[in-house]
């Protein structure tokens, strides 16, 4: 039981590309979700999915677009990066059940220069 | 969400218990109380949550007073390996239609001293 894998584990962009974080979860949750940790202000909710086909803004997301085609994977995209979206990403599910109870993936360090 | 108030940073000698306060004194009546941690450039890790009752598991128990203003996460014997940085979080049990995020605030700073 893997839980919730992200992928990559670090990643360095140049500002203007565009790339995919991707975040995949096997227990079958509904609801996905993507923060951000930069430091000094705790994680900020960027985008996130109360099931496949259905998406919503969090309080961050510009610079961002989401899709979720399946239950198990939410990519977020990055359209043209900017030095201001460097952080830690994290990626996190939880059941439909107990919205709460979320359970986070290791995280994408993305450093953009 | 009811915010919720934590001190900044604690020590506690390895092998004693660990009691980490928080203040959420204006919880709602459907709103429950989850407790997470964050070890170093990890992804936050679920602890406990509780409603009014006092609630245990195999990491911690996790003590709401009677008027759910308050609550205790008690780790009864701390290890080096419970360093990290512990949120409390207040939020409802299911939808929370407009407001989906998990509010992490910035937590306490727990460090275990050999």
Redesign the interface.
């Known amino acids: 039981n893997a839980g919730?894998t992200q992928t990559p584990k670090f990643q360095v962009l140049k500002t203007g590309q565009s790339m995919t974080l991707q975040c995949a979860q096997d227990m079958n949750h509904e609801?996905m979700?993507w923060y951000r940790q930069d430091p000094?202000m705790?994680?900020?909710?960027i985008h996130?999915s109360?099931g496949a086909g259905i998406t919503?803004q969090?309080?961050v997301p510009n610079g961002y677009n989401v899709s979720r085609s399946t239950t198990e994977d939410f990519p977020l995209r990055l359209l043209s990066a900017a030095p201001s979206q460097t952080s830690?990403y994290?990626c996190?599910s939880s059941p439909?059940?107990?919205?709460?109870?979320?359970?986070?993936?290791?995280?994408t360090r993305l450093t953009v220069v | 969400d009811a915010k919720t108030t934590q001190p900044p940073s604690m020590d506690c000698a390895e092998g004693r218990a660990a009691n980490l306060p928080c203040n959420h004194s204006t919880i709602s009546g459907n709103e429950y109380v989850y407790w997470y941690r964050q070890i170093h450039s990890q992804g936050p890790q679920y602890i406990i949550h509780g409603l009014k009752n006092n609630e245990t598991n195999e990491m911690a128990s996790l003590i709401i007073t009677e008027d759910r203003k308050s609550s205790t996460l008690i780790l009864p014997h701390a290890t080096l390996r419970d360093t990290a940085v512990y949120y409390c979080i207040v939020r409802g049990l299911r939808n929370n239609f407009g407001n989906e995020k998990l509010t992490f605030g910035t937590g306490t700073r727990l460090t275990i001293i050999p």
């Open positions: 919730v609801y979700s000094g705790g994680l900020r909710l996130y109360v919503d969090g309080e830690v994290f996190a439909t059940q107990v919205r709460g109870r979320a359970f986070f993936g290791q995280g």
